[in-house]
């Protein structure tokens, strides 16, 4: 017998292009030619985004570079790679703050009262026992906090439900993989979605060394009244 108002999922936002919260390195040059203390496990293609802190001359947040290898790079202002920033030569030093890699909104009342957000996001990072953790927040609440340390990749899963209200919610635990068991409890909020709310996909080190790469991320919803 068919299923009586079948629902199906609305990819809202994707993208298979990594985006890098770079290491601390050495700023080669005053035009934005770096260096990375630790090489990445793998050399980036093209032109790729990364975020930078606010070191060697440069402002906190986003930028494009391209690679020459795994540690070296050239950073850029503009996506087509024409416009170097100004930096000062010398120790570029990363942050240990929360790095936001990805921005997506979420339309004002797209979940409906039952609906479901789901967000899944692929990571790589060095296999060491440094904190690293990858987060989802929405609505200004954290939802998922993946522990990345002593892993080279994680591939994860965060699925926020509506309780029945647009403004009452459910998700699994923060840390714990996606699915499975864990000795805490689920993460609940109270982030009123009929209202329009911004997704953020963010990223954390625990050693500034460290580069943590978002290399994909999915965000479907699951609208049900």
Not at 110 to 131: S, Y
Not at 189 to 207: D, E, K, M, P, Y
Request: charged content about 10%.
């Amino acid at each position: 017998m068919p299923v009586q108002n079948p629902v199906f999922p609305q990819l809202l936002a994707s993208s298979g292009v990594g985006v890098i919260s770079i290491g601390s390195g050495t700023m080669n040059t005053t035009d934005g030619a770096l260096t990375l203390t630790t090489a990445l496990a793998a050399q980036p293609s093209g032109t790729v985004q990364v975020f930078c802190a606010a070191s060697a001359g440069l402002t906190a947040g986003l930028y494009y570079a391209t690679f020459s290898s795994t540690s070296a790079l050239q950073l850029w202002t503009d996506a087509a790679a024409t416009v170097k920033p100004a930096t000062s030569a010398g120790a570029y030093t990363a942050d240990l703050n929360d790095n936001t890699l990805a921005t997506i909104s979420l339309p004002a009342g797209i979940m409906g009262a039952n609906g479901v957000l789901e967000v899944i996001t692929l990571w790589q990072v060095p296999n060491n026992a440094n904190a690293k953790n990858g987060r989802v927040k929405m609505g200004g609440a954290t939802w998922k906090d993946a522990n990345l340390a002593s892993t080279a990749s994680c591939r994860d899963m965060c699925r926020i439900m509506n309780r029945g209200s647009q403004a009452v919610q459910i998700c699994g635990v923060q840390s714990a993989v996606s699915f499975g068991t864990s000795s805490s409890n689920p993460v609940t909020g109270a982030v009123n979605t009929a209202s329009a709310q911004t997704i953020t996909i963010t990223a954390l080190r625990g050693a500034a060394g460290d580069s943590i790469k978002l290399e994909a991320y999915e965000i479907y919803v699951w609208p049900k009244a």
